[in-house]
């Protein structure tokens, strides 16, 4: 009985959570906007009775995840994750409580999903700056505070130059694209009481290792993980990460 109460639990929780993702795009569509921006418009609003319980459901569910590689090293490969492998990486608990995140990335692609979990798993804002303009992503974090964003360089490179600082920001995360210390340096002065990380990530493993600056040292602990073959960095992906997902060529 208690396996069926939790199940059921689950079904209305993506029920209303599908109901939400469905006003906020009618929302958007009657508004004739793409994106976030800083003039009156509709706000959604919902309320949970128990939204840890929601969180919980989220997280010990079997649920599968499809998305697709970006393609840039071949044919894009579609790529079936689980809840847990999508959230193998998120860091739960009080300290991670008060985080307000701006949204950067495209939701479907795998750093968007892990920005989601992050956020949700800690019950944290969520605020979309995902294709706003320079403009709108400072009003943005100015209006909000927030707190943490992840996002590409390309999406750095659009904040600059340097004549705008954000103090709340206490961590960025940069991921997806070649980096270089110019765009490092740039960042810590729009972003100066943030710690700033460099991530190397995969689709089919999501987040492997973290760098502060613009070159990535391999631990040495993992270093028979990861080879270098034709200018190509080829990883060897862990067995238990393996078991949780499953990869379509």
């Known amino acids: 009985m208690q396996n069926q109460n939790t199940k059921i639990n689950f079904l209305v929780g993506l029920f209303v959570l599908g109901g939400i993702v469905a006003l906020l795009f009618l929302a958007l569509q009657a508004a004739n906007l793409s994106s976030f921006s800083t003039s009156k418009g509709y706000e959604v609003t919902a309320y949970f009775d128990n939204i840890g319980g929601l969180i919980e459901a989220v997280f010990s569910s079997q649920s599968q995840i499809t998305i697709f590689t970006s ?5 894009p490969k579609e790529v079936v ?4 492998s999508l959230s193998r990486s998120v860091r739960r608990g009080d300290k991670y409580r008060d985080s307000i995140w701006a949204f950067a ?4 692609h795998m750093a968007g999903l ?15 700056v995902f294709n706003s303009s320079r403009d709108e992503v400072f009003a943005a974090i100015d209006a909000q505070g927030i707190t943490h964003i992840s996002a590409t360089p390309t999406f750095y490179r659009l904040l600059l130059p340097c004549d705008h600082v954000c103090p709340t920001m206490r961590r960025v995360t940069l991921g997806g694209e070649k980096s270089d210390r110019q765009l490092y340096d740039s960042i ?3 972003f100066p009481n943030a710690k700033i990380n460099n991530v190397y990530a995969s689709t089919e493993a999501g987040s492997l290792f973290a760098a502060r600056g613009d070159a990535f040292r ?5 270093k028979d993980k990861f080879k270098e073959v034709d200018g190509e960095l080829l990883i060897s992906i862990p067995a238990r990460i393996l078991r949780e997902l499953r990869l379509h060529r």
């Open 81 to 84: 994750h689980t809840v847990q």
């Open 218 to 222: 391999i631990p040495p602990e993992l």
């Open 105 to 108: 990335y495209n939701p479907t």
């Open 71 to 75: 393609g840039t090293t071949g044919q």
């Open 188 to 190: 810590g002065c729009i």
């Open 114 to 128: 892990q920005v989601f979990f992050q956020a949700f798993g800690n019950g944290n804002t969520i605020v979309n």
